[in-house]
C-alpha cells in the first residue's frame, strides 16, 4: 500500500494561493489521485482528482479556481489553489487508488495524515 505525505499547507489571506503537494512512498503511474477536505463539522468531500492518464475532475466549488497536477517521475501530486476563500478552509487529504472510481467515491485505499488550509484575513 502506498504511503503519501501531504505538505503546503498553512495560513493564507482571502484572495491568496497555496500549492499543496503529496509526495508517495512508491510508483504512482497506474493510480488515480485525489485530494479531499474536511472542515470542522462537515464531511469530508471530494475536491480534485487526477486519474492515471490525464483525466481530471473538480468540485463546482473549486472549478476555475485550483488544478491539479502529477509528476509520475517523481511520484508527486499537487493542487494547486488560487482565489482562496475563508470557505477553503480544511485539512487536505491525499488520496490514491488504482481504481478510478474508488477515489472519486472517497474509499482510495491509500491516505495522507492531511495539511491545514486556513484561509483569513
Known amino acids: 500500500q502506498v504511503q503519501l505525505v501531504e505538505s503546503g499547507g498553512g495560513l493564507v489571506q482571502p484572495g491568496g494561493s497555496l500549492n499543496l503537494s503529496c509526495a508517495a512512498s512508491?510508483?504512482?503511474?497506474?493510480?488515480?489521485m485525489g485530494w479531499f477536505r474536511q472542515a470542522p463539522g462537515k464531511q469530508r468531500e471530494l475536491v480534485a482528482l487526477?486519474?492515471?492518464?490525464?483525466?481530471?475532475k473538480f468540485s463546482e466549488s473549486v472549478k476555475g479556481r485550483f488544478t491539479i497536477s502529477r509528476d509520475d517521475a517523481k511520484n508527486t501530486v499537487c493542487l494547486h489553489m488560487n482565489t482562496l476563500k475563508p470557505e477553503d478552509t480544511a485539512i487536505y487529504y491525499c488520496?490514491?487508488?488504482?481504481?478510478?472510481?474508488?477515489?472519486?467515491?472517497?474509499?482510495?485505499?491509500?491516505w495522507g495524515q492531511g495539511t491545514q488550509v486556513t484561509v483569513s484575513s
Open positions: 488520496n490514491a487508488d488504482p481504481v478510478p472510481l474508488r477515489v472519486k467515491a472517497g474509499t482510495g485505499r491509500s
Open positions: 512508491q510508483s504512482i503511474f497506474n493510480y488515480t
Open positions: 487526477i486519474v492515471w492518464e490525464g483525466t481530471t
